[in-house]
């Protein structure tokens, strides 16, 4: 694609990093087919061509307003497009560009400024999140339906898993939404990582991955995260921990991209490029060791549904079905698997129409071959489905869980 940004733009490292990756788009349209809101919207604008052309204008100096602001919110950022483009066009980095200026050109109205402020003051944040669920419990006996389920339940976190000399160490991020509303999940992957004679253990002091803040474009508050992440991992990488391992394909995608988002921090630039480097989704992890010997206690028949972070994101394909056949899982077959569930972190609540005819779409694909249980990876995906189906929908870790 031709461009015509102004030197001030290319003199600035965000203004060549755009150009660089507009230059690779052919503007072949290859990326709409696959994009979940072109599909439903029917509109190029809410397409990522359309979205593509918005930002290069925006860059280019034309003026912008709410439009162009509504049709880059729009967009789930599942990166179905990446996967999809012949041309290898990095959308992700250049969607979270685009929505970074926008925020700075384009007022929000005070409704929407307060809704993101409480979203990134809340979720974030285990302590308040907790709170605000139990508040939400009081009320969940009135209501009925997908209404009651639209309320997750605050649950006890296991005891912490404690290190044994000698063996073999890894670090698990506790997270923020997924450490309050499945707080099991990083149980289960410890009592897996116990039997392979590892030690999966959380970090004092790490929480929230930073992804929220990062993708309503509050750069600074998603960087303070990320530093106060790698403040708390450091020592235990320094002492020989070998991974990061991520139970939450979200955070891991998020983590993985550290390194471009402390790139210009003198003091941590080389911290988080060996962050990002360590860092591994489980399934990753424990796709190199010997699971023959887990005891796995039941199997069944399972529809897995791969999060966008995990295999567009991630570009991970496969791995978590292999782990769940071995084990001996019926792994039932999902049509347009690819697509995205509608979740998307807070995109459920910021856009409910849009993902309500996603999850129903997802959800008719998964229960079609009557599963008896639905695993995903990821915190999100697991909250949203649940909301609209009565099958179990869980992480699959704890399907290999002894």
Known sequence: MQTRLPESVLATDTGRRADT???????CGFCNASCPTYRILGDELDGPRGR??????????QPIGSSTQLHLDRCLNCRNCETTCPSGVRYGELLDLGRDLVEKRVPRGIGVRLVRRAMRAAFPHPARFRFLLRLGGLLRPFLWGRWRRA???SRRAPQAQARTPGRRTMIALAGCVQAVVEPGTNAAAARVFDELGIDLIEASGAGCCGSLSHHFAAEDEAREFARRNIDAWWPLLEQGAEYLVMTASGCGLHVREYDRLLREDPDYADKARVVS???RDIAAVLADENLSGLSVPRRGRVAFHPPCTLQHGQQMHGLVEGI????????????????CCGSAGTYSLLHPRIAARLRADKLENLQQARPEVIATANIGCQMHLQTGTDIPVRHWIELITP
């Open 324 to 339: 769940l056949s071995r084990a001996g899982y019926e792994l039932l077959p999902v049509t347009d698997s690819h697509l």
């Open 151 to 153: 309320i997750p339940v």
């Open 21 to 27: 990756i507009l230059r690779t788009c052919v503007h």
């Open 277 to 279: 480097e360590r860092t």
């Open 52 to 61: 593509i052309y918005q930002i290069k204008q925006m860059l280019e100096g």
